[in-house]
Nanobody, 121 residues
Framework: EVQLVESGGGSVQSGESLRLSCSAS????????MVWYRQGPGNGCELVSY???????YYTDSVKGRFTISLDSAKKTVSLQMNSLKPDDTAVYYC???????????????WGKGTLVTVSS
């Protein structure tokens, strides 16, 4: 059974940090892109960051310099370190996996249930 389980969400003040983690199982982890998406209140789905098996990374412009994605292949875990959080970062964050990167988590082969991040000013 394929599982992606996110953790680490919570409520913080503007400027604080959170670290999201996604634990994966049941699929060929090393062949997949691991992707973080978010969906804020009243907003559409946004691709936040991804990391490929070879270490290729991508960040959407609004999080560059603040977020860092990392991969622990041995533990099959992908993490998203989020620093200098802003109220605009408030969203449900989803972890997803596939051999290609899609515009939204629900177009990916596998995705988790999401974890809520709330940033207050």
């Amino acid at each position: 059974e394929v599982q992606l389980v996110e953790s680490g969400g919570g409520s913080v003040q503007s400027g604080e940090s959170l670290r999201l983690s996604c634990s994966a199982s049941g699929f060929t982890f090393d062949d997949s892109y691991m992707v973080w998406y978010r969906q804020g209140p009243g907003n559409g789905c946004e691709l936040v960051s991804y990391i490929g098996a070879g270490g290729t990374t991508y960040y959407t412009d609004s999080v560059k310099g603040r977020f860092t994605i990392s991969l622990d292949s041995a533990k099959k875990t992908v993490s998203l370190q989020m620093n200098s959080l802003k109220p605009d970062d408030t969203a449900v964050y989803y972890c997803a996996a596939d051999t290609v990167v899609s515009l939204c988590y629900y177009n990916m082969a596998y995705w988790g249930k999401g974890t809520l991040v709330t940033v207050s000013s």
